[in-house]
């Protein structure tokens, strides 16, 4: 007996889907073109891993401030629990692998958050990510952060000191092709509130940059 089987029939462009603009491709070749440089002083990886320190089934990230040094924080929920990172030494502070099933990811409430942990135990996080929310894209000095996809599904992370696209300078000057999020889903980037760190997560890995400075630090 044959067997009749249904063909899915061609992916065809939408009647309504425009066509992109030469400007529009122009711009979209040199985001291509820019390949991933270090982010310019007075920035500094926190890492010294290339996709920076791996955290397995990442879903999301968050800021606050360490009581005690001033220096930012950074809060991972993943599933295996919360991690507290300082963002000036790359030290991981403190670590929760078995937090309340209410608290173990930020849906449960309104505003995204989980409680905080370690230095910061008693306060509550607002965490972006899987999840939804978002961190700041711009600094009050000038610098902004900004996640494009021209060549979908992986997001690159631009750092600039331009504004913002469309980067009218030359790649490397005023604007800068810091991570490629190719080899795992994209989480969450942004600025802390203070703007003197970078993060980018993965649903693998977390990546810092900062412009803070700690006498303890040290590259790995």
Not at 32 to 57: K, T
Not at 103 to 120: N, R
């Amino acid at each position: 007996m044959m067997k009749w089987t249904k063909e899915t029939p061609p992916v065809r462009r939408s009647e309504h889907e425009p066509e992109l603009s030469a400007y529009q491709r122009a711009m979209r070749n040199r985001l291509l073109a820019a390949p991933v440089v270090p982010a310019p002083e007075p920035w500094r990886p926190v890492f010294a891993y290339e996709y920076g320190v791996p955290v397995g089934g990442l879903l999301g990230i968050g800021f606050a401030t360490d009581p005690g040094t001033g220096h930012d924080l950074v809060m991972v929920v993943s599933h295996d629990g919360h991690g507290l990172f300082d963002t000036v030494t790359g030290e991981k502070i403190a670590r929760d692998r078995d937090p309340a099933p209410e608290d173990s990811t930020p849906d449960a409430v309104a505003d995204l958050s989980c409680p905080g942990l370690g230095p910061i135990a008693g306060s509550r996080v607002r965490i972006a990510g899987l999840f939804g929310g978002g961190l700041h894209t711009t600094t009050e000095d000038g610098w902004t952060l900004e996640v494009v996809t021209p060549a979908w599904p992986n997001e690159r992370i631009l750092l600039s000191i331009d504004g913002g696209l469309p980067h009218s300078g030359p790649h490397g000057e005023q604007w800068w092709h810091i991570f490629h999020s190719n080899h795992s889903t994209f989480r969450a980037a942004g600025f802390s509130p203070s703007g003197r760190t970078i993060a980018v997560a993965t649903s693998s890995d977390l990546s810092l940059w900062t412009r803070g400075t700690d006498d303890r630090h040290t590259d790995g």
